[in-house]
Structures are given as structure tokens and as C-alpha cells.
């Protein structure tokens, strides 16, 4: 597929931005591109667990991708000032985990960047 | 909250989701309404001419085939969009809501289920060409139908070609036009930044405007249409409003025990810029938002005195499918009001076609009010009237989301002024 890296630098993006806007410090990332599947991570550090914003993540990260929109739209991710950057973030990873571990809010997503899955012309 | 649906390529029955279901209830109601309308030789006349049609903008159906065949054409077109997703198993969100009712909508005026195969297949010929699967550009094999002139000038708005050899032509043209279309259309969007809601118009206008360049370089010139039609007013917009009505009433019916009070309260605060898929955040809600855009959209056209004809109903659903991608009533209406206001003062009469689908399609430009403000709309609504009038005579007609394209310019202008000198509400 093309502009695999492009793409997971913008998710990445995207969530770092969101960090921003929680006030957190100390970011990393890492990205495992693995054949057709990459993983990436992202983290940064905060003083207390931000529920309200994990549960906001968890949902819109899990809600399932939708390649006939990622193809589509896929430029304007990695955008700095929009409200809807998790919407389409969350069309662009297969499946993403949310942790707070020892002061860092941790997100691990998958991407298949092979076919969508059988059945499909 | 909805989720998407998981991916269930198996049967029928499993692709065929409740959305789906109700998107071909809808063309049921209009088939039907269309034979009640008409004779069933009327319509197959009727039909007939709207097929063999050059298609430009602005043909309106109502005028070349009568008012049965121009819904028949709206529910065919629409019937074949639905058959490709459920083809691909596409599930349901926002988008691909859009894009159905949306083609239903032009197949009032310039889509008809002649013109819009040849480019469809010229996109999937595109996805085979880079070995990806068509499902990732479902969205493009939808929306490049705004190139459906295209097909129908070359096949049979070249006089001195023979029928067959236009016929061919005219398929080529719209292979080779789909083929291009989806790598355009995947760049366009990052210029106007998601403020152009019509992105697909976006890029249609600009491929329309260098076709009509290489066609003028060698001589052919296109005579452009301006068929506008009326005399159904009441029907038609009784049509309109039952839409409107059902959409509702799926999504009170569909999302019982939802909280759509709520749910709307916090979809109609969005800007609504590109991706704002409120099907997918807000579920069936999302339908009670399509049908008061419909309610709204028909009432105004009444109150205003503009024909309720093949290209004003198209306006009207556009608004509705955009009502499940970016359109609120909040955020077109400071946009519709400047461009009622630019109607009022230009040259042209409010009641004249091209400040009529100018007002309709204004909306797209809606999330520049959502993001900056009531004001920032009213310009740019007022600036997506002027710009209109001269980006169809750069495509002759050929790009059927003009607006899509006059609006990719006025935001490609008006953005970065604004953002130099305003923060966005958050």
C-alpha cells in the first residue's frame, strides 16, 4: 500500500497534538512497521490518569476502520487545529490500547496496511 | 455512541444493513411517486431522452424527460450506487450515506445510469492498476459521477461524429477520466484543508477545466445547457417533505432509547469540517439531522418562490446527505444567508438557475461558520455566489459539482485570511 510511512506519521501526529491540548509533557513515539502490519506507540507523561480523555480515546480509536474514507481523506490527518483529527484517526487504525502506567498515558495502535479482509473485490 | 459495523462480506442479507434498507425504501417512494406522476410510456419515452442527453450543467431532467422519468432517473441512479456498496460490503457511516443520496439527488439533473458507468469502472480499472483493493476507493467511484457530462457530451453532443463512434468515445473519455480521478481527488482535499465539504467537485472542476482546455486547443467547443424546468412545485416538494419525514422517523424508530436531544445538542456545535461523520458519532441521530436539513432546505425554496425542479431537488438532498457529513442547521445557515444576500444584490435574479443551486450548494462551505463563526459564513457565502457564476463557464458545464469547485476556491482564498487574523472556537 502507499504512503504507509506518510500515514503513520500523521496518526501519530494527530495524537501528539492531542496530548498537547491535555497539557502533557515528555512525548515518544515508535513505530514497528512488520511486514503488513505496523504498530506504533505513543506516549507522554502526566500527573494523574485523564479518564475522561482515555475513555474519549478508547472509543474513538476502536471504532473500527474504514479504508474507503482513509483513502479519501487521508491529507487532512497530521492536522494541528481541527476538532474532528481523533474522527479520522480512528478510521485509520485497525485497533489501539489505552494505558496509564507509572505516570505515562500510553497508546499502541495496529494498522494492516495489506487488503481489507476476504470477500472483497 | 455507534460503532461501525464489523466487516461481513458474506450474503446478501449480511451486506444489506438497515441504512441500506432504508436508503432503498426511499427509492422506492420515489419510483412510485414517479408512476403516479406519469404513464409508464411516458416514463420509458421519457427515460429514453434523458439517457441519449448531453447531461450538462444544468440539464434538468424534469424539462427533457417529464417528471416520472426524471425520478426514475434519480432512483436508478441511486439503485446503482446502492448495488456497488452492497457489492463491495462496504458497512455503513456517514460517507457512504452521503454519497448515495447524493447520487440519487443529481439523478435528477446530469447522473443517469449511463453516464456514471463508464467513470465508475475507470476508477476500479485505477484500483487494479495499483493492486489495491476497490473498496478503498469506494468513495470515489461514487462521487466521480460530478463527471457524468463528460460521457454524454462526448457520446452524443458531437454532432459530426457517427452515433457509434461517439458512443465509444464517450465511454473512453469516462474510463480515462475515472482512471484519474481518485489520485486527484485524495490531493484536492489537503488544499482547502476539509472546508470544502464538495471536495470531490473539487477535483472534478479542475479535471473539467483542463478537458475543456485540450478539447478548445484542437477546435471542439461545448455548447452549453441551461434547461431549467418547473410547473411541479407542489408535488415535488410534497416529495421532498415525505423524504424529510422518513429520514426522521427512521431515526426516532431505528435509535429508540437514544438520547437524540443530546445527541443533537452536541452534533449541531461541530463545525462540521472534513471528517465529520455523524453517523458514526451520533448514530440515528444523524437521520433526525438529515431530515430537518431536508424540512428546512424544501420550506425555504417554497417560501422563496424557486422552482422545485430536477436541479433544486438535487440541492435539496444534497443538503440532506451532507446532514450525516458536515451540515447542520447551524452551520449553513450563516453561509445560505450570504448567499441569499449576494443573490439579492448581483446582477441576476434570485429566481435565476444559477443563484438558485448557487444558494442550495452554498452550504458547502458550511464549516467555515462552524469554525470561525456566523460571520465568517456570511462571507463566505456571499464570495461562493460570485465565484460560481465563472468557474461554470471555465467547465462548460461538464463538472456537475460546480459548487464543489467554486467553493474549493473561495475556501483555498478565504482560509488562511482568516486564520491569520482569528483564533477557531473550540
Redesign the interface.
Known sequence: MQYVLEKNLRIMLDLLTYFHRLGATDYSTHLEPRGTVTRGTVCCSLPAAPRAAMAELDEALNRGRQQEIEQSYWGLSGETSSDTELTLVGMMVDRAEIAYEAGRLIIRYTRNEGPPGPGTL | ?A?????T??GFTARFYPEYRLFALALLVVAGYGLALDTPAGIARGFWEILTSRSLLVTDYLLVGGPGAMLLSGALSGGLALALVL?????P?G??IMALWMTAGFGFFGKNPFNMIPLTLGV?LYAKS?R?????????ALLVATLSPVVSEIAFGFDPLHPWVGLALGVAAGLITGFVF?AV???T??VH??YDLY?MGFAGGLLALLLVALLKAFGVTIETAALWGGGYDAPMAGLLFALSLLLIAAGLVLGRGRNHRQALARLWR??G?????YY??YGETAYLNMGVLGLLSTALLLALGININGPTMGGVLTLVAFGSFGKHPRNVAPVMAGALIAAQVNVLDLHAPMNALALLFSSGLAPIGG?YGPLWGLVAGFLHVTVVSHTGVLSNGLNLYNNGFAAGLVALILIPLI?AFHR?R?
Open positions: 455512541m460503532k461501525a459495523h464489523p466487516r462480506p458474506g457489492a463491495l460490503a462496504v458497512k457511516n460517507a457512504i476500479l495499483r489495491e483493493p476497490f473498496i478503498n476507493y469506494t468513495l470515489a481518485p481527488s485524495a490531493f482535499v489537503r484543508d476539509g471536495n461541530t463545525s469540517r472534513l471528517v465529520s461523520d458514526v458519532l469554525q486564520a477557531p473550540s
